[in-house]
């Protein structure tokens, strides 16, 4: 690896970006992908093995791949971290902060009501006291985003989800009955949000297990946002 | 991300350094092998490495072969299984098979 390759790596990844670095594994030749351009490295690759880089970023996971010009070629893959927005520092965000924790997502909860949002409740997470909006313009929700506005109040969850919805977020989420979100619905289609934008939103927020207490309702929350991130295997 | 816990960075810590370095990545993987394809080893001339390749029955193999790769400058393919006539010495525990791409991080 050369060493201004290892340089532009550390520092893409330090910047969260989508990076690949592709080996020709016959001679070591190499090239640094960053947000889809190549950025470093000497390596020429066909172009199947460039989309195979892309599919592997999607899926998350580094492999070799057999390139049509016979060569084999190694794509690895530097995602930057799975992070989930959680609006509203309530009861269903205490249990779906360390679970979503264990799953490798970097958690920030949202309030600005700051006794909801106190250290003694959110121990080890990161609690932003802004307003959701200010909040979420700062934390600009990318495509290894998951958001779940949980609040029940409109002013609160609405502009979180008019942001995360015009964002690359994988997943935004809302609570609330069909009732709530009918209205959710039309708030958010006055504030001119196109239908299929608003039909991003999964709600109500979470798989239906019949989920009832906050642990529950987090665990279905985490499963949809698992869902969503790596597909239905189709068994 | 601090060079104490992410590999890439001790890397370029330890070349900063005036250590050659030489970095090992699991590229291909069958059966029950114990590390994920992309995991790390990264080792310096003094035989210094962080990370692993495998459940650390074969690090002791890649060490070895890393301080040649430093030498050479070639990068190499190394292939761990049972079926590998080294297995006695060399092979993992497990059953499953590792392909191991060792390369030279080039220096500034």
Same mark, same amino acid.
């Given at each position: ?80 971290? +799975? ?5 509203? &520092?309530?009861? =269903?965000?205490?249990?779906? %902060? !360390? *679970?979503?924790?264990?799953? $490798? ?82 708030? +958010? ?5 196109? &239908?299929?934008? =608003?039909?991003?939103?999964? %709600? !109500? *927020?979470?798989?239906?297990? $019949? ?25 | ?108």
């Amino acid at each position: 690896m050369r060493r201004d390759l290892l340089d532009a790596l550390n520092a893409a990844r330090a910047e969260k970006r989508r990076t690949a670095v592709v080996t020709k594994l016959d001679d070591g030749d190499q090239l640094l992908l960053i947000d889809g351009e190549i950025e470093a490295g000497g390596l020429v690759a066909p172009a199947d093995v460039l989309d195979a880089a892309e599919a592997a970023l999607d899926k998350d996971t580094s492999r070799t791949v057999e390139a049509g010009d016979g060569h084999l070629y190694f794509v690895q893959v530097f995602n930057p971290p +799975l992070r989930l927005l959680c609006v509203g &520092a309530v009861h =269903i965000a205490q249990a779906l %902060a !360390p *679970i979503a924790a264990q799953a $490798g997502y970097e958690v920030i909860v949202i309030d600005p009501r700051g006794a909801w949002a106190s250290r003694e409740r959110f121990p080890g997470v990161r609690v932003d006291d802004r307003w959701p909006d200010e909040a979420l313009d700062a934390l600009s929700p990318d495509r290894r985003t998951a958001v779940c506005a949980l609040t029940h109040d409109p002013k609160l969850d609405d502009p979180a989800l008019v942001r995360a919805l015009r964002s690359p977020a994988f997943y935004v989420g809302a609570l609330g009955s069909k009732k709530t979100h009918a209205n959710r619905v039309e708030r +958010l289609t006055e504030a001119g949000l196109t &239908a299929a934008e =608003i039909e991003r939103i999964a %709600a !109500p *927020i979470g798989l239906d297990i $019949g989920a009832l207490s906050p642990a529950e309702i987090a665990i279905a929350v985490m499963a949809q946002i698992t869902l969503a991130l790596r597909g239905a295997k189709g068994r | 991300m601090t060079p104490d816990d992410d590999l890439l960075m001790k890397a370029a810590q330890w070349a900063d350094a005036g250590k050659h370095v030489a970095l090992a990545t699991v590229v291909q993987t069958w059966g029950s092998s114990p590390r994920p394809v992309g995991s790390q080893l990264v080792i310096n001339e003094d035989s210094d490495f962080e990370g692993s390749v495998s459940g650390g029955c074969i690090e002791g193999a890649v060490v070895t072969e890393a301080l040649d790769v430093m030498q050479s400058g070639e990068s190499k393919l190394l292939e761990f299984g049972v079926s590998d006539a080294m297995a006695w010495e060399v092979g993992l525990a497990c059953g499953g098979e590792v392909k191991v791409f060792v390369e030279k991080l080039e220096d500034r």
